[in-house]
């Protein structure tokens, strides 16, 4: 099947922004979320949206959905070294059974 | 207590070998998953117990046995795997209720690698 694509790497400078994209393949997934995951460890939620949303704030988290064009992206304001990591975005599968399908993930390095 | 816990930490096994993964929350949590991870790749769903009942098996190998003893417990049985196999395998759980996002909660995971 489609692959959840997301670009494989992104490096920012410390307190710039930083935009990871996602591009996700069922257009009637009815929740959407990004995952971080640091090194050695297992994933932890950041944020989520529901599929008849356009937009999510969070303190310094932004998400956008453009569900036309199966778009989703995650905005992170003044960026710091502890967002060093690798962020998924995922799409829950509406067919039941709690079936998260993953994108390829993006590792964000922050630089000083 | 909103956390997973998963041992062993590191596992090396050889192909021969019988091994068991063990994961553990207390959050009341219905559901609960194993995931198999690469390095530098997504984390791919294996199985979801749902009330203790496996009701997901994605065509996985019959060398990897899961078990759900009670609601709080979820165990992957390893037996005559292969070097393929060697990845990061992570647990999580998360609430049986299809009307909310559903957040599932991830454990540590567990390294294992086989020789």
């Known amino acids: 099947g489609e692959d959840v694509e997301q670009s494989l790497f992104l490096s920012v400078r410390e307190g710039d922004s930083s935009v990871i994209n996602c591009t996700y393949t069922?257009?009637?997934?009815?929740?959407l979320y990004w995952y971080k995951q640091e090194p050695g460890a297992g994933l932890q939620l950041l944020t989520y949206i529901f599929s008849n949303m356009d937009m999510k704030q969070d303190q310094r988290l932004t998400v956008l959905l453009n569900k036309k064009d199966k778009h989703l992206s995650l905005r992170i304001a003044d960026t710091q070294t502890g967002d060093s990591a690798i962020y998924f975005c995922?799409?829950?599968?509406?067919?039941?059974?709690?079936?998260?399908?993953f994108g390829t993930g993006t590792q964000l390095k922050v630089e000083l | 207590d909103t956390e997973v816990t998963q041992t062993p930490k590191h596992l090396v096994m050889g192909m021969t070998n019988k091994k068991s993964l063990k994961c553990e929350q207390h959050?009341?949590?219905?559901?609960m998953y194993w995931y198999k991870q690469k390095a530098k790749k997504p984390p791919e769903l294996m199985f979801v117990?749902?009330?203790?009942?496996?009701?997901i098996n994605e065509s996985v190998p019959s060398r990897f046995s899961p078990e759900c003893p009670n609601s709080s417990l979820l165990n992957l049985h390893l037996h005559a795997l292969q070097p393929e196999d060697s990845a990061l395998y992570l647990c999580a759980s998360s609430q049986e209720d299809t009307s909310s996002y559903n957040e599932q909660f991830f454990g540590p995971g567990t390294r294992l690698t086989v020789l």
């Open positions: 069922d257009s009637s997934s009815t929740y």
């Open positions: 117990y749902s009330y203790e009942k496996l009701s």
């Open positions: 959050m009341g949590h219905r559901a």
């Open positions: 995922a799409e829950l599968s509406p067919g039941g059974g709690n079936k998260l399908t």
